[in-house]
């Protein structure tokens, strides 16, 4: 009997331990669907979350935090950095994975918590395939730098930022990025701005909202991406407050008409076979084969080279890309049996010199040419032939020395070459469109990367638009005016780049792109504060 | 694999409790009664992961829970002991940076667990029936199962969101000194010394990132009790 007891007493217990269940906490709901803006793991993870002091005290200890403060101001909020994956559509329709970085502002402020406005920030070119905006914590990645920017221009000030990282980077599988490719890159940052907004929802802080202000902007291809943005949205009937397109190659076209005509542009080995990569992916039609564009030196591979888990200084080093050699400096002739083609054709293949160009335009430019180098004579003859046979008029009118204004800016009416054509599709100019809420276009005319005209050209063609105030121009570069707002920021820039100047020579006007970046922000910002 | 040794416990348990006996201080049969005091001698490897900055790693809180046995005499040195303790609370500490940009991370909870860990263990016992004071020691094996594993608030804050808890079953020696003084024909007191292996892996699931710690436990236990013998 009590050996039975004990048998029953054991078996009782064991079932009864065995009956503490094994639950858990429960996690994120992962979605099902692959429709365009579907928020893949929801809640989004953040991965990291600083008060305004310590946020403060983290940019004081790096090299270029104390500057970045003292444009970006003292931070006023706490920003918390998400990151979160979501759909959209790569070039040929086809459902592709994404991810980008939504940072909310925290802290107890009126400016901090809420109903905030949201930033849609897109960033420039980077050759790096592991670039990840959101990635806040790692000072080893390469997109660590722009990011701190934006949080403190941006977020740290009181505004949710969205930031994609577009296709062709961090978790995305396409293989290749579509730069410069207007619409399927705006179809991400939109596809980005709802994941966002559903992110939003489920954040650490539920007190945070969209307060449906919406502002667009970037820099360098960041500002043509946001500018295409814009374009996309207006057509699709989304609200947009305001944009801020910074130092961007809107006018496509004629910014590349001006490089093959010699005005070699800082980072040109690095644009050109993203965009002869991202246009015969969209288009087909830049080339049969790699060698009709390039050299033989670089051809074989570079429609796979970039971007790239390997840094660009170990591409360069390794010979899989020339540093600065466009083209070859043994300047080459046309032939195209027309004898004012030929003529016009051969003045500009040669390489520039001062002048007509300044001393340091020329310099620059020279830059540009060498041995080996990158795109082949046959086809940079092609391209300036067809140039010159079809004239884009805003660079025709700019080589001649003319004055921009909107009845000399039209695209060229066709052309034979196939990276033309997709310049010109991808042309801002292009669509007829215009801006129908405020815009600032910002940029510097000492940028030796993506000039000046760019915005110049949109500006011509907007006339109507900047005399009644829609769209502004702000050239950090110009002569400060009296009572501007932004005169400040010029007078900052501008002292800056002279003691760049002073400190590394000449030379160190090849980082004025860069250096203009978080100047523009600040602009940025500031429009968007005075934005009725 | 460690479903059959765990069922193979079970059955051997039931099996002894119903040969026949060797009449050992007033039965074959004791029940015993106690509180388990646990030490963790855990060792982890750094938490690693995506987007885990280095240096991250845990701490486990002792905990003390109730003892249960069934130990069968299967001669006069040897005997069968099947022990469990009521699976306590285990609360695990982050260990490294004070904070993780400005969320606590160092001495805060950021997970518990509950475990059930029952033991079987051949024990010798020294000396014979009519000693009162009798030394033993023992080996045998352990099975430890978590339960009820949760990430706290303040381990969701360091971990990005809502995080998932994953710590498979281990299975593991065990070995065991101890004492039992006889009170009376049918009473015991028991006081033992116990250290077990054991091994398993943390996965910590944040937004459908993997966070993982190799974790070695050895816990150290001390027990007091006290047993009736049929």
């Known amino acids: 009997m009590l050996r039975n007891i004990g048998v029953l007493w054991v078996a009782a217990a064991t079932l009864g331990l065995a009956a503490c269940g094994g639950t858990n906490s429960p996690t994120g709901k992962v979605a099902s669907s692959n429709q365009r803006g579907t928020l893949i793991d929801n809640p989004a993870l953040r991965i990291a979350s600083v008060n305004a002091s310590d946020f403060a005290a983290q940019l004081k200890a790096t090299a270029s935090g104390p500057q970045l403060l003292q444009l970006a101001g003292t931070p006023a909020c706490g920003v918390d950095f998400y990151y979160f994956k979501y759909w959209t559509v790569g070039p040929d329709n086809s459902a592709q994975m994404a991810s980008g970085s939504l940072m909310v502002p925290t802290g107890s402020g009126t400016q901090c918590t809420g109903p905030r406005p949201i930033v849609l920030y897109a960033h420039g070119t980077t050759t790096d395939s592991a670039y990840n905006i959101a990635n806040i914590s790692d000072t080893t990645n390469s997109a660590n730098s722009e990011a701190a920017t934006i949080a403190a221009v941006f977020a740290a000030q009181g505004y949710i930022v969205v930031a994609p990282n577009y296709l062709g980077y961090d978790i995305s599988t396409l293989g290749y990025h579509p730069y410069l490719n207007g619409s399927e890159n705006a179809m991400v940052m939109i596809d980005a701005l709802t994941a966002a907004r559903a992110a939003l929802l489920t954040t650490f802080t539920p007190n945070t909202s969209d307060n ?58 690095i644009f050109g076979p993203l965009a002869t990569t991202s246009y015969q992916h969209a288009y087909s039609n830049v080339y049969s084969q790699t060698s009709d564009v390039y050299s033989s030196t670089f051809a074989s591979g570079i429609d796979t080279l970039l971007p790239s888990a390997t840094p660009i200084g170990t591409l360069f080093q390794s010979g899989k890309l020339p540093q600065t050699s466009f083209f070859d400096s043994t300047t080459p002739t046309s032939s195209t049996g027309i004898g004012a083609v030929d003529a016009a054709a051969d003045q500009l293949l040669a390489i520039p010199t001062s002048p007509p160009y300044s001393a340091s335009q020329a310099a620059l430019f020279d830059l540009g040419f060498g041995n080996p180098y990158l795109v082949n004579n046959t086809y940079r003859v092609a391209y300036v032939d067809d140039a010159v046979i079809n004239g884009d008029e805003a660079e025709m009118t700019l080589i001649g020395g003319g004055t921009l204004n909107s009845g000399n800016v039209a695209l060229a009416a066709t052309s034979m070459i196939g990276l033309r054509k997709d310049l010109a599709m991808n042309d ?23 000039y000046f005209q760019n915005a110049q050209i949109m500006a011509a063609l907007w006339t109507p638009f900047v005399t009644g105030g829609l769209v502004s121009v702000l050239d950090l570069n110009g002569a400060p005016q009296a009572g501007s707002p932004f005169a400040p920021l010029q007078v900052a820039l501008q002292q800056t780049e002279a003691q760049l100047i002073a ?12 250096t203009e970046a978080p100047f523009c922000l600040v602009a940025a910002r500031g429009f968007f504060a005075v934005v009725p | 694999m460690q479903k059959k040794i765990m069922t193979l416990a079970v059955g051997t348990a039931l099996a002894l409790a119903t040969t026949g006996a060797f009449a050992d201080d007033g039965g074959a049969n004791t029940v015993r009664l106690g509180v ?21 790693n845990v701490h486990l809180n002792n905990v003390e829970t109730l003892y249960l046995a069934y130990v069968r005499t299967l001669s006069t040195h040897f005997n069968a ?4 303790g009521y699976p306590p609370l285990t609360k695990t500490e982050g260990r490294g940076p004070a904070t993780l940009g400005s969320v606590r991370y160092n001495g805060q909870v950021i997970s518990t667990a509950r475990w059930l860990s029952p033991s079987l263990v051949i024990n010798y016992v020294f000396g014979d029936e009519n000693t009162r004071l009798r030394p033993y020691v023992g080996v045998g094996v352990n099975y430890t199962k978590f339960l009820a594993r949760q990430s706290t608030a303040a381990g969701n804050a360091a971990s990005g969101g809502p995080t998932s808890i994953s710590l498979p079953s281990s299975v593991g020696p065990t070995a065991t000194a101890g004492l039992a003084y006889e009170l009376a024909e049918h009473w015991h007191l028991y006081a033992s010394y116990s250290v077990a292996r054991v091994n398993s892996k943390l996965t910590a699931t944040t937004a459908g990132l993997v966070r993982t710690s190799n974790i070695h436990f050895w816990p150290n236990t001390l027990v007091v009790s006290a047993g009736y013998s049929f």
């Open chain 2, 81 to 84: 002991e099947l022990a469990v």
């Open chain 1, 503 to 514: 400190a590394g020579g000449p030379s160190a006007v090849a980082s004025f792109h860069a």
């Open chain 1, 212 to 269: 449906a202000k919406l502002y667009i902007t970037g820099y360098s291809e960041g500002g043509y991406v946001a500018m295409a943005t814009v374009k996309a949205m207006q057509a699709g009937g989304d609200p947009v407050t305001a944009s801020a397109p910074a130092s961007g190659p809107y006018a496509l076209e004629a910014f590349g008409d001006a490089i093959f005509f010699g005005q070699v542009n800082i980072g040109s080995t």
């Open chain 1, 428 to 450: 801002m100019r292009s669509g007829g469109w215009s801006p129908q809420e405020p815009m600032l276009m910002c940029g510097g005319d000492q940028d030796p990367t993506v």
């Open chain 2, 36 to 56: 388990y005091f646990v030490h963790f001698d855990a060792n982890a490897t750094d938490i690693t992961g995506p987007y885990v900055p280095p240096g991250l």
